[in-house]
């Protein structure tokens, strides 16, 4: 069973070429259902039907796994299954047709334009990390791109003239202008801070640590982390919580669905609708507080 997984793996990664995210959460769950049919059903992998299926989904739900978690899991097994089919392993996909519990969608939290001013004030421009952190979260709120596409940045993306960045993400690029603190922020750090700060004069990095080499998701997760303490604010920020509200605060001041897609770099218009929600959400909410009546 462990050479299945491990084979499984591989096929993530060299025939599917998954991006790492994907592959990880596939095989996080992949490797809990390992350990779950090796030290409860003792039955190997080939061997699970749709009631081991079933039963495992229950001791999912049983130890507080939420319904989204337990749908999740239920499409990493199918995925699982169909390539035990392909290799011959299995002959059946014990996992069609099992039921799942429609998981609640969620909305996803946004800043209020007061919060993220908070935010955007939290580093101090007294030295190189200030200046280098500034940037990063005007770049950041700025354009709305995923942490994974900043952190992938070189300095040739970026056009301080053009006031624009060059993006990929899934395998597109895509032009994001910049507002005029942005590249104000990012003038600084490129022409006085970041000479400073890297070691190799070869680095290519747009965002690069204390050691002069490329930001890392981990620390700028840190980062984040660090200023949302700072600025006191309650709401649990994450790098992505700035892309939602760079979203939501586009659309809340006309920007269209399209032009935002475009922006968000998603391949479906559907992904960006969901914003639309966010935004009637707040307006009910703001409706509720407001009027006299309410």
Not at 174 to 199: D, F, G, H, N
Request: proline fraction near 4%; charged fraction near 25%; aromatic fraction near 8%.
């Amino acid at each position: 069973m462990a050479n299945l997984v491990s084979a499984y793996e591989n096929y993530l990664l060299n025939i599917k070429h998954a991006s790492a995210n994907t592959v990880s959460s596939y095989m996080r769950d992949i490797r809990q259902f390992q350990a779950y049919v090796s030290d409860v059903e003792d039955l190997p992998v080939e061997d699970c039907d749709r009631d081991c299926i079933c039963r495992y989904t229950r001791h999912l739900t049983n130890n507080g796994k939420s319904a989204a978690t337990v749908a999740r899991c239920i499409a990493s097994l199918k995925s699982f299954y169909a390539y035990c089919i392909s290799e011959g392993f299995v002959s059946e996909n014990p996992v069609h047709e099992i039921p799942q519990q429609k998981a609640e969608k969620k909305l996803p939290q946004i800043l209020t334009g007061r919060e993220v001013e908070l935010l955007l004030e939290q580093p101090k421009c007294t030295d190189l990390k200030g200046y280098r952190d500034k940037a990063m979260l005007e770049t950041l709120y700025a354009t709305g791109m995923r942490v994974s596409e900043m952190i992938a940045l070189n300095v040739s993306d970026v056009s301080i003239a053009g006031a624009f960045v060059k993006c990929e993400g899934h395998g597109k690029f895509r032009i994001i202008p910049l507002y005029p603190a942005a590249v104000k922020a990012l003038t600084t750090y490129l022409t006085e801070v970041r000479p400073k700060m890297i070691s190799n004069p070869e680095e290519e990095s747009l965002f690069v640590n204390i050691n002069g080499e490329r930001m890392t998701r981990q620390g700028f997760w840190k980062i984040i982390k660090h200023y949302q303490e700072t600025a006191q604010i309650s709401k649990d920020i994450t790098p992505h919580t700035l892309r939602h509200s760079f979203a939501a605060h586009l659309l809340e001041n006309g920007a269209d669905l399209h032009s935002l897609q475009e922006m968000l770099g998603h391949s479906d218009i559907s992904s960006t609708q969901i914003y639309t929600q966010v935004v009637k959400q707040n307006l009910k909410t703001v409706y509720n507080k407001s009027h006299p009546r309410a």
